[in-house]
């Protein structure tokens, strides 16, 4: 069975891949499985029939026959628990690959994704610049705990697993943001993830999907 996801019809990013189905696009050509795709618009987001897939009208969202999930993370988790590839079999090394998706999603990706909301809605706020500068440096002690751990392995424990897939999307945000950049280990690595073909082919997808919008 075919599953299909949830999309922005229109991407805020203008095709650059950071809306949330990037992960899933790239955890479903990872593993080989083929996958439509729904657009949605920020309207229909909101109306009762997406709101019955995720309550808080967003997107992704998966569905595979009878199962509807939402959140990201365990949309990846799922497509990684039924397919070879994305979890090792070693029992404890896979618990830490599941521990590197969590470290992810609840520790390295909030304040980079709030530095991100601030950037779009507090630019013109007295304290911006004081705001600012307190997410970056949270953002800095994330990135140097993370790059300590990282040494010079290409991947966080052994082989590449769903908890890089997710770190390298979360890290894909400060693109730009020089922060990345003082630590080029940390650059290496996202750059390793982007190069992978399974990124490249989810990447073009979804970017399709914005050019196409463009008309
Ligand atoms: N925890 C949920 C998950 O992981 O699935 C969060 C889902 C989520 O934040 N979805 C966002 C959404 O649907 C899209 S990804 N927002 C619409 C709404 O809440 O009304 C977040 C996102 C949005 C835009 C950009 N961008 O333009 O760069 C990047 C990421």
Redesign the pocket.
């Known amino acids: 069975m075919t599953p299909i996801i949830t999309a922005?019809a229109r991407?805020?990013?203008?095709g650059?891949g950071?809306?949330?189905?990037m992960?899933v696009r790239w955890a479903l050509e990872e593993v080989g499985q083929a996958y439509d795709v729904r657009l949605v618009s920020?309207d229909q987001?909101?109306k009762p029939t997406h709101l019955a897939l995720?309550p808080?009208?967003?997107?992704?969202t998966y569905e595979e026959g009878d199962l509807v999930l939402?959140?990201?993370?365990?949309?990846v988790l799922h497509v990684a628990q039924h397919h070879a590839g994305l979890l090792p079999d070693d029992t404890n090394a896979r618990a830490r690959a599941v521990m590197w998706m969590f470290a992810a999603?609840d520790t390295v990706e909030p304040p980079i994704?709030e530095r991100?909301l601030a950037m779009i809605f507090e630019r013109d706020e007295p304290w911006y610049a004081q705001r600012l500068q307190g997410l970056e440096d949270a953002i800095r002690k994330r990135l140097g705990g993370l790059s300590a751990r990282l040494g010079d392995g290409d991947w966080l424990d052994g082989a590449f697993s769903a908890g890089d897939l997710l770190m390298v999307t979360v890290l894909r945000?400060l693109h730009g943001s020089g922060l990345l950049e003082e630590h080029p280990s940390l650059s290496r690595y996202v750059a390793r993830g982007e190069a992978r073909p399974a990124f490249r082919r989810a990447f073009e997808a979804q970017r399709a999907v914005f050019a196409a919008s463009e008309g």
Not at 11 to 14: A, I
Not at 18 to 21: E, Q, T
Not at 56 to 60: A, E, N, R, Y
């Open positions: 922005f991407s805020p990013d203008r650059q950071l809306a949330r189905d992960r920020f987001m909101k995720q808080f009208g967003q997107i992704p939402f959140e990201s993370g365990a949309i999603l994704f991100t945000r």
